[in-house]
C-alpha cells in the first residue's frame, strides 16, 4: 500500500527563508597579490615566474576558457614559493598590450588567441628546406599589424639559399630583415631582441628551435628535420613557451604553423600599419578599399604623382590580398 502524507504533516514543511545577507555586488580585490609571467601551459597547469621563482598554477574558472594564455601577466594566490608539489591559482589577469591572434582558416569565425603581451614578432622562413611561402610570411604579418606588433623577418639556411630576392620582396615594408646560417653571428638578432617581448613564429622545419638554442645556450630545445616528400617539417615544439634572454627580454617560441587564417582582420587595420599610405587615402572616393581593383584609388594617383614610392604600395597590395585570400593552406 502506497504510504500518504497528512494534511497536518505537510504543514511541516516550510519553504526556503530568503537570505539574511544581502548579496554584493563588490568583487574581490586581487591588487596586492603577487604577480607572474605565464610562461607555458601544459594539460591545466600554468608555470608562472614570479621574481627567481618558477610556480605552477590552475585557473579560477572565473576566468574562463581562453582567459589565460603565454604571456600573460597574472596575479597569483596561494602556494608561491614553487617548491615540488606545491600549487598556486591564478585569480586575475592584467590587461594585456597586444594579443596575437589567428583562426583555423578564413571561414572560421573562432580566434585563436596564440601569445599576449608581445611586442615584436619574428618571422622566421628558411631559405630553402622548406623553401619560403611568401603567402604564409605576408599573412603572419597582416596579424602582426592587425595586433599592433612589430614584425622583423628572419631568414634562415642562407648557406642553402640566396636571400637577395627575399629582401628585396620586403625591403619596401620597412620591416628589419636579418639573414642567419648555421654558425653565423647573432649580433644583430640579439641586439633587435633586447629588452623586448618577441614571438618567433614559421612553419615547422625553418629552424626556430635551432635559433632559440643559439640565442639561449644551454635551453635545448628539440630541433626536427624535413620530410624529403612534402617538404614540411615535424612539429617539435608542441605549446608556447616564454624564454628568458640573458641579455634581458623575452623570446616566446611557438609550434610550427602550417595555416594562418585572417578572418578576424580588417581592411583598416592592415592600412593603418601603412601610416604614410593611410594619410593619402583621403581624397579616395568612397566606398574605395585601396586595392588594385579600384580605379580611383588615391594611392594610385600618387603613384602617378611621385608622391609615393612603386614598390611600397606593391608591398603594401601584396598585404591587402594576403588578407583576402581563401587558399590558406600556403
Known amino acids: 500500500m502506497g504510504r500518504y502524507l497528512r494534511s497536518d504533516a505537510l504543514e511541516s514543511f516550510d519553504r526556503p527563508r530568503k537570505r539574511t ?18 610562461i607555458t601551459i601544459d594539460r591545466g597547469r600554468y608555470r608562472c615566474q614570479t621574481g627567481e621563482v618558477m610556480v ?25 614559493s614553487g617548491e615540488e608539489g606545491t600549487l598556486a591559482r ?23 588567441p596564440m601569445v599576449a603581451n608581445a611586442d615584436q614578432i619574428v618571422i622566421v622562413t628558411a631559405l630553402a628546406d622548406p623553401p619560403p611561402r611568401i ?15 612589430e614584425p622583423i623577418l628572419c631568414l634562415t639556411k642562407a648557406d642553402l639559399a640566396s636571400p637577395d630576392e627575399l629582401v628585396a620582396a ?3 615594408l620597412d620591416v628589419p630583415i636579418v639573414v642567419t646560417e648555421p654558425g653565423s653571428d647573432l649580433a644583430e638578432l640579439h641586439e633587435l631582441l633586447r629588452d623586448r617581448v618577441s614571438v618567433l613564429v614559421g612553419h615547422s622545419g625553418v629552424g626556430k628551435s635551432t635559433l632559440v638554442n643559439a640565442l639561449i645556450p644551454g635551453v635545448n630545445r628539440s630541433i626536427g628535420v624535413v620530410n624529403d616528400v612534402t617538404g614540411r617539417g615535424r612539429h617539435t615544439s608542441t ?44 581624397a579616395c572616393p568612397r566606398g574605395c578599399q585601396h586595392g588594385p581593383q579600384d580605379p580611383e584609388c588615391a594611392l594610385d594617383a600618387a603613384v602617378d604623382e611621385g608622391r609615393l614610392a612603386p614598390e611600397r604600395l606593391a608591398s603594401y597590395r601584396r598585404m591587402w590580398m594576403a588578407g583576402r585570400l581563401r587558399d590558406w593552406e600556403l
Do not use: C, N
Open 170 to 172: 620586403y625591403r619596401p
Open 21 to 38: 545577507r544581502p548579496r554584493t555586488k563588490d568583487r574581490p580585490d586581487y591588487s596586492d597579490l603577487p604577480l607572474g609571467r605565464v
Open 135 to 149: 603567402g604564409m610570411i605576408d599573412r603572419i604579418m597582416v596579424a602582426a599589424f592587425d595586433a599592433g606588433i
Open 90 to 112: 591564478i585569480v586575475a589577469a592584467e590587461e594585456r598590450t597586444t594579443v596575437l591572434r589567428r583562426t583555423a582558416d578564413d571561414t572560421d569565425p573562432f580566434e585563436r
Open 239 to 282: 605549446s608556447a613557451i616564454a624564454l628568458e634572454l640573458p641579455d634581458g627580454g623575452w623570446a616566446i617560441d611557438t609550434p610550427g604553423v602550417r595555416s594562418f587564417g585572417l578572418q578576424h582582420v580588417t581592411p583598416e587595420s592592415v592600412l593603418a600599419a601603412f601610416g604614410d599610405l593611410e594619410s593619402l587615402t583621403a
Open 56 to 80: 605552477t598554477a590552475t585557473k579560477a574558472r572565473l576566468l574562463g576558457r581562453k582567459g589565460v594564455i603565454v604571456g600573460d601577466i597574472v596575479r597569483l594566490d596561494g602556494d608561491i
